[in-house]
């Protein structure tokens, strides 16, 4: 009934396709509720996607500061600096230091 649409309505805020809405005074409601799933899908994808690209990027930028650090640790040590040296003059810890050197470049 139109009211168990408008109470759909109230409840998700989700406005239907006014096609299946009324027809000859009646509301498709099994249509109603396909295109609210798909709606509710969509919003999920959305979010998912959104959150895998900031992550994406987190990391992104995580590696390529590794790198950059890793460079400059190798250098640093092939001049004779100590480990510790190095570690405190690019601002990491010796566990940070350990962890760049040990990864290959990407």
């Known amino acids: 009934s139109p009211l168990a649409y408008d109470w ?3 409840v ?3 406005e239907f396709d006014r096609k299946i809405k009324i027809r ?3 509301i498709n409601m099994c249509e109603a509720i396909i ?4 709606s509710s899908r969509n919003e999920g994808f ?3 996607k959104d959150e895998g690209i900031r992550i ?3 990391e992104g930028i995580e590696i390529g500061r590794n790198q950059e650090l890793r460079k400059m640790a190798v250098k640093l ?3 004779g600096f100590s480990r510790e040296t190095v570690a405190n003059f690019l601002e990491i810890s010796n566990a940070h230091l350990e962890l760049v050197l040990s990864e290959e470049d990407k």
């Open 8 to 10: 759909i309505y109230a």
């Open 12 to 14: 998700t805020k989700i």
């Open 24 to 26: 000859n005074g009646v």
């Open 35 to 38: 295109q609210m799933q798909n």
């Open 46 to 48: 959305k979010i998912g």
């Open 56 to 58: 994406g990027k987190h």
């Open 77 to 79: 040590l092939a001049s």
